[in-house]
C-alpha cells in the first residue's frame, strides 16, 4: 500500500475534495474524536484517505504534522474504538511530514456508528446520516423494488393491451415487429417482462415507463403516477385543476411537458414595438426537472408522490425521496437513486448522458432573465422552484445571493469565471450598477458560497470568482 510523495502531490492536484478524499492541515495535533468521526463518515461513503499535513484549500500547501507520532498505536486505538481496521501511514513529503489513513468501505447492507451516530460528510464537516439514507443502506442486498412483478401470469395479448409497445418501439427508434412475439421478445431482452411457469409478468419498471393506464396496475404502482395541480393564485387557497397523469413515464412523457405547459400562464411582453405573448417560465427548464423528478425519486417511499403545481407567479415540482447530493452541488455532481431506470430513460432520449441537467436549467432561467431556480431538500421530499419574472429591484437579498451563486457555479462549469460584469450581464443591469453588483459579490462571499479566484491575486479591477467547491 506503499503512498509516494508523487502521489500526494497528485492528490494535492485534485479539482475539489470529495466523498473518497479529505485534507487536513493538522501541524501539530488532530483531535481523536474528530479523527473517529472522521473514519467513520469516509467508510460509510466507500472508503477512502484522510490526509493530515496539507491545507484543505488550493493549491493545498504541504505543511507537515506532528500528530500520532505512533502511528502503530492509533492504528490499534482505532480498531478498539470503532472496531474497523483503519492503516495509517507516514509519507516523507519534501515539504514535510504527511500522515494517510487508509480508511476501507463499509460493509454491504450495514454503516459504521460512533456513539450512537450514523455519519456521512457534508463540505468540511461530519453530519449525521437522514433517516432515508440510513435505510437506503439497511435494504442493500433486498430485491430492487423496480424489478419486481406487479401484473403476473398474462398471456402475449394481455401484456400487449396493458404496455403502449408501439410507443416503447419508436423510442427505441425500431421498426414495430410484424408478430406479437417478436415484441414480446424486445421486452424480455429489455428486462421490461419476464417470461414464467404461468405465462408473463410485468416488472413495476415496466409498468412505470410503458403503462397505457397506470390504473390498470396494483396499487403500490399506480400511486407513483404524477399529480398536477393548478391554483388561480400565489398560493393554494383556489385550486383550479387537479390532475393525476395515468400515462407511463416514458410513453407520455412528451405529452406530460406540452400539458404542463399549456396550463402555465403566459405574460404579455413588448419587444421592438409588437406585443407578444410568453410563458411564465420556459419549457426546457420544465422538461428537465419533470424528468429529474421521475427518474430520482425514491420509489420505497409511501403516501408521496411526484407532484407538478402551477402557481400564478411560479412552478414547484416535487420528488419524494431526500437528495444524495447537497443541493448547492445539484449543478456539478450526479448520483442516480435508480441506475437502471436512468439508463433506460437516456436510451429514450428524455434524459441526458452528461448528468442531472441542473445546469440546463440555470441556463434557461439565465437566458430568459428570470429570478433564480430554488432547490430545498425537505423531510421526505426534493423541491425545485421555477420563478417567473420579476425585476431586480424587486428580488430580495436571498434571491440575489442565490442567482450570483448558481452564475458563478454555471460559469465554472462552463469552464468559465463569473466577473462583476459577467453578473451585470446576468441580471441586465447597465455599468453604472457596478457597485451594487460588488455588493451581492461581498455578501455571497461572506456566505461562503464563492470565494475568490486565486490566480488573479487581490486585484478588484480585475477580480473572478468560483464556486466554494472548486
Known sequence: MRTTPEQIDRWRAAPSEHQRLEFKSARTQFDNENLY?????????????????????????VVGTTAFNNPIDMEEKLYRVLRFRVDI???????????????????????????????????ASTVPMSQDHLRRIFDEGKPDWLEEPCKEALTVDEVVDLLDTQTFFELL????PSSSMRVIDRLVTREMIDRTANGYSIRRIGALLLAKRLEDFPFETRKKAPRVIVYTGASKRNTKLDQIWDTGYAVGFKSLVQFVMW?????????????????????????????????????????????????????????????????????????????????????FSICEEKGSGIDEVIN???????????????????????????????????????????????????????????????????ESK?????????????????????????????????????
Not at 173 to 176: F, G, P, T
Not at 319 to 331: E, T
Not at 454 to 464: C, D, E, F, L, Q
Open 263 to 347: 396550463l402555465i400562464p403566459q405574460n404579455e411582453i413588448i419587444e421592438d414595438a409588437l406585443r407578444r405573448e410568453v410563458k411564465l417560465v420556459p419549457v426546457d427548464a420544465i422538461r428537465e426537472l419533470i424528468a429529474n423528478a421521475l427518474i430520482h425519486q425514491d420509489f420505497t417511499l409511501t403516501g408521496v408522490r411526484v407532484m407538478i403545481e402551477l402557481y400564478a407567479d411560479r412552478v414547484e415540482i416535487s420528488s419524494p425521496g431526500a437528495p444524495l447530493v447537497s443541493v448547492d452541488r445539484f449543478i456539478d455532481e450526479n448520483q442516480s437513486r435508480n441506475e437502471r431506470f436512468t439508463d433506460i430513460m437516456r436510451l
Open 364 to 430: 434557461a432561467a439565465e437566458f430568459s432573465q428570470l429570478p433564480a431556480p430554488s432547490f430545498r431538500a425537505e423531510t421526505r421530499l426534493t423541491r425545485a422552484i421555477l420563478y417567473g419574472p420579476r425585476p431586480f429591484e424587486e428580488m430580495d437579498r436571498d434571491a440575489r445571493m442565490r442567482a450570483c451563486y448558481q452564475h458563478c457555479a454555471l460559469q465554472h462549469v462552463l469552464g468559465k469565471k463569473m466577473t462583476n460584469q459577467s453578473l451585470r450581464d446576468r441580471f441586465k443591469l447597465s
Open 89 to 123: 501511514e507516514e509519507v516523507s513529503h519534501p515539504d514535510g511530514r504527511v500522515l494517510v489513513f487508509h480508511i476501507t468501505g463499509r460493509p454491504h447492507g450495514m454503516a459504521y456508528e460512533h456513539k450512537g451516530r450514523y455519519l456521512m460528510r457534508s463540505g
Open 434 to 470: 457596478s457597485a451594487v453588483i460588488s455588493q451581492i459579490i461581498g455578501y455571497t462571499l461572506e456566505s461562503g458560497l464563492i470565494i475568490p479566484d486565486p490566480t488573479v491575486g487581490r486585484s478588484r479591477k480585475y477580480a473572478r470568482y468560483l464556486p466554494f467547491w472548486a
Open 37 to 61: 468521526e472522521y473514519c467513520v463518515a469516509l467508510a460509510n461513503e466507500g472508503g477512502g484517505h484522510l490526509i493530515l499535513g496539507i491545507e484543505d484549500k488550493p493549491p493545498r500547501p
Open 173 to 176: 427508434k425500431l421498426s414495430y
